[in-house]
């Protein structure tokens, strides 16, 4: 069983558009997170949740919304996408939530905005 | 303003070649990890090195971490095609893990 789980994989979708990607992990972390991998291969943090509560929010615009319906869950809703947007989406997790613990990637779900 | 650099950011070698890539900062990390991220898939964790000074080897990657915690070396031997991949560092500081910004290694056969 894939440990991190995201989809979709591949989302392709009208600048406007509303859209969601949804992760899972099975691992009992207590710690999930969202990254962007921008063109340069630049990983960046965008979230982190806590046992389904916010810990790390880095200026991301709000029309990025994170949802943790539980531990297991972190997805990742997009208003109004804009071209520069696109980018691969990493969901990831951890044991817990101090630096240095492992942290487990999905597959990454690539978004192009056209 | 990156907190992590890393170098070089694109290395590309012929199998059997040594190399080194460095992970540098002005800032104390409590501990760095390596990760390999392949093409279409997330990183994977390599090593995590704690104490200054210290050096880890697994199978030709041989790691170090600086004695004043602040910088890392990834040394491979030997290269192989199989090594090809987006090398990641990634510091530990004020409780979360910021990563560096990569060296793509293409090992050619």
């Known amino acids: 069983d894939t440990a991190v789980s995201q989809t979709p994989k591949y989302l392709v979708t009208q600048m406007g558009n509303d859209k969601s990607i949804k992760c899972e992990q099975n691992?009992?972390?207590?710690?999930m997170y969202w990254y962007k991998q921008d063109s340069k291969k630049f990983l960046k943090i965008m979230f982190s949740?806590?046992?389904?509560?916010?810990?790390i929010n880095e200026t991301v615009p709000n029309r990025f919304s994170p949802k943790s319906p539980d531990k297991a869950h972190l997805n990742l809703h997009i208003n109004s996408l804009e071209l520069g947007d696109s980018a691969v989406y990493f969901c990831?997790?951890?044991?817990?939530?101090?630096?240095?613990?492992?942290?487990?990637f999905g597959e990454g779900s690539w978004l192009t905005v056209v | 303003t990156q907190l992590l650099e890393q170098s070089p950011q694109f290395l590309s070698i012929q199998e059997g070649e040594n190399l080194t890539v460095y992970c540098n900062s002005s800032?104390?990390?409590?501990?760095l990890q390596w990760y390999r991220q392949e093409p279409g898939e997330g990183p994977v964790l390599l090593v995590t090195v704690v104490t200054g000074g210290e050096v880890k080897k697994l199978k030709r990657l041989t790691f170090q971490f600086g004695d004043a915690r602040k910088d890392s070396s990834l040394h491979i031997t030997a290269a192989q095609p199989g090594d090809t991949g987006l090398y990641l560092c990634?510091?530990?500081?004020?409780?979360?893990?910021?990563f560096g910004d990569g060296t793509t290694l293409t090992v050619k056969p």
């Open positions: 800032s104390v990390f409590s501990s």
């Open positions: 990831a997790s951890s044991r817990v939530a101090t630096g240095g613990n492992t942290i487990y």
């Open positions: 949740y806590n046992n389904k509560e916010l810990i």
């Open positions: 691992l009992g972390h207590d710690t």
């Open positions: 990634a510091g530990a500081v004020a409780g979360k893990s910021t």
